[in-house]
């Protein structure tokens, strides 16, 4: 007597093991990530304005908001941040490469620990350096801004090549592809995320140090803030404060989303 089994293994007509259904990719960007800042930020500015609306301004308060002064200190703190940022990723990232490569990673060790210097020293003493050297202006502002935010891309990017599979590295020079190939469509992909993190940490920095642009005649919001400390008023302060604290989370939102969206989907866990 046959059993079952055997009647399909004779037969051929054994039915056969139907493949579990293909979930859908994950999405990268969920709608919570896209709405809870924003509405927080929202929420916090309108606070703000209302705030305003009702309290009482005397003739300094007035003087140092009107004619302009908010949104030009805004533009120059956006300015200071995008262009410092620029500089640090064209000055970074290609020297993080150099020295994982070859006959410089001897070299390696010297350069993050200038950039170490340039991040532990005080970055009001720094710019104060830079302002004796250069005089006052944007530029000794932006330099001090560079110099303070290099060090996480440079390390991140560092520590992202070396952190490699050697192995696949090897298997990619294996199949005939150049050091080049390997660098741009192996190494750099793979250490997206390492970068990408030092990248997020470099821009909340920056509008951070950019407050102290002030000092060195760089303008930006430092300027309402010292204002508001030096008058002892109240308004101008919290005003200065409240947008350097939301202009540091509306970047690092933006930031984080940027990360999400360039980090590569086979380095993702589940895909």
């Known amino acids: 007597m046959t059993t079952p089994e055997l009647e399909d293994e004779e037969t051929g007509t054994g039915t056969e093991a139907t493949p579990p259904p293909a979930t859908p990719p994950k999405r990268r960007i969920t709608w919570q990530k896209l709405t809870f800042l924003p509405a927080a930020l929202v929420a916090?500015?309108?606070a703000t304005w209302l705030w305003f609306n009702q309290a009482h301004l005397d003739a300094i308060s007035e003087n140092a908001l009107s004619n302009g002064q908010v949104s030009k200190a805004l533009w120059q703190h956006v300015r200071l941040t995008v262009i410092s940022t620029f500089f640090v990723l064209i000055i970074a990232i290609p020297l993080g490469i150099l020295l994982t490569?070859?006959?410089f990673r001897k070299a390696a060790p010297?350069?993050?620990?200038f950039a170490n210097m340039g991040q532990a020293t005080p970055a009001i003493g720094l710019l104060a350096l830079l302002v004796i050297w250069l005089g006052t202006g944007e530029k000794a502002a932006l330099i001090g801004i560079i110099i303070?935010?290099?060090l996480p891309v440079l390390s991140n990017t560092i520590?992202?090549?070396k952190a490699n599979d050697p192995t696949l590295l090897e298997?990619?020079?294996g199949i005939g592809m150049s050091q080049l190939g390997v660098l741009a469509k192996v190494e750099l992909p793979l250490a997206v995320p390492l970068i990408l993190a030092g990248v997020r940490t470099s821009l909340v920095l920056n509008v951070g140090t950019a407050t102290l642009a002030t000092f060195?005649?760089?303008?930006?919001?430092?300027?309402?803030?010292t204002t508001g400390i030096t008058t002892q008023r109240m308004p101008v302060l919290v005003l200065g404060s409240i947008l350097t604290v939301s202009l540091a989370l509306l970047v690092d939102w933006l930031a984080s989303l940027a990360e999400?969206?360039?980090?590569?989907?086979?380095?993702?866990?589940g895909t």
């Open 159 to 161: 520590a992202g090549l």
């Open 148 to 150: 303070y935010a290099v």
């Open 110 to 113: 010297v350069a993050m620990t």
């Open 216 to 225: 060195g005649g760089g303008g930006g919001l430092g300027v309402l803030i």
């Open 44 to 46: 916090i500015l309108l």
């Open 171 to 173: 298997a990619a020079r």
């Open 101 to 103: 490569r070859g006959a």
């Open 260 to 269: 999400l969206l360039l980090r590569p989907r086979g380095l993702e866990v």
